[in-house]
């Protein structure tokens, strides 16, 4: 929320967010790693999709906690954006499986970006 609220173009786009938590203990580690994808996909939507909605969900079941992001815009080819553009995507991978997480990024011309992620919180 504090994020969105920092965002200076929150007033172009919707945002969505939901948080539902079982008083799971989150680590500065892991809280720190998810604020910096959550802040990437973020900026990576306003600057590359033209999308005016983009959803946040985080939840904490069965010893794990789940994040899912999600925008509306013109998605992308992953494989390309990995060769072509740069390291973003390599840097959220590497972030999230130096928790033993996983991530599944997946893009749909015209149907937008989602990123689902698990982390294990034991």
Known sequence: LELINKTSVKDMFSFSYEVNHNSIYV???IEFTIFRVIQEFINNSIRHSACNLISIKISSIDKCLKVFLHDNGNGFN???SIQ???NGLL???SRIKSHN???DISSSKHKGTSFQIIIPLV
């Open 27 to 29: 680590t500065k580690n």
């Open 78 to 80: 992953i494989e390309e």
């Open 84 to 86: 072509k553009r740069g």
């Open 91 to 93: 840097n959220i991978k």
């Open 101 to 103: 997480g996983t991530i």
